[in-house]
């Protein structure tokens, strides 16, 4: 009977599969190469094309209401919870709170929110929606669901189920990047 000789491992595969999975998952892959880059092909242009026509589309169905694409979103934020104080709605909806305080302006000019100072810590302020504020962000569900469920005419439930995961995916990978980006700048 012959004798088999454990298989020699090369130093190559010896450090690659000793490499922690982090070392691992920094190759990127080299889908797009500089030399036959085309804009229309990335994944990228395409997710802000399908954006812009989404935003372009829920602000027309948003107009009845009054609403534009900038002001439905800080309104659903409160409405739904996610935020109670400029600070907070401006880092829900990633703007400066320079921007953040001129938009609830227009919505406070609208009869939307109002500003309520803290009885706890008067340093505070705290929005609320007032009634017709209530109202219209009650809408705006709808107008989301008739929006997407439009843009996603022709696909299956499964293939629905598959593009949110792989969305998600590379969500994960731009959190990750940017998570590093911050490491790096000591933020």
């Not at 889908?31 to 935003?55: C, D, H, K, Q």
């Not at 921007?99 to 302006?105: E, H, K």
């Not at 017709?132 to 997407?148: D, F, N, S, Y």
């Amino acid at each position: 009977m012959a004798t088999r000789t454990p298989a020699r491992r090369t130093p190559a595969r010896s450090a690659a599969s000793a490499a922690p999975a982090e070392a691992q998952k920094a190759a990127a892959p080299a889908f797009y190469l500089p030399e036959n880059y085309r804009p229309e092909e990335s994944v990228g242009y395409l997710m802000r094309r399908i954006l812009n026509t989404v935003a372009t589309e829920i602000e027309r169905e948003m107009g009845p209401n009054g609403l534009t694409n900038a002001q439905w979103i800080p309104l659903f934020k409160l409405y739904v919870g996610s935020a109670s104080t400029v600070a907070e709605l401006a880092r829900e909806c990633q703007l400066d709170a320079g921007a953040m305080t001129r938009m609830l302006d227009r919505l406070e000019a609208k009869g939307l929110l109002r500003r309520v100072r803290s009885s706890e810590d008067r340093r505070v302020v705290n929005l609320e929606l007032t009634d017709e504020g209530r109202a219209a962000a009650q809408e705006i569900p709808g107008v989301l669901c008739k929006v997407q469920n439009a843009h996603m005419q022709g696909f299956t439930r499964a293939e629905w189920q598959t593009l949110k995961s792989l969305l998600r995916r590379i969500l994960e990978n731009a959190l990750a990047i940017q998570a590093d980006k911050d490491k790096q700048d000591g933020k």
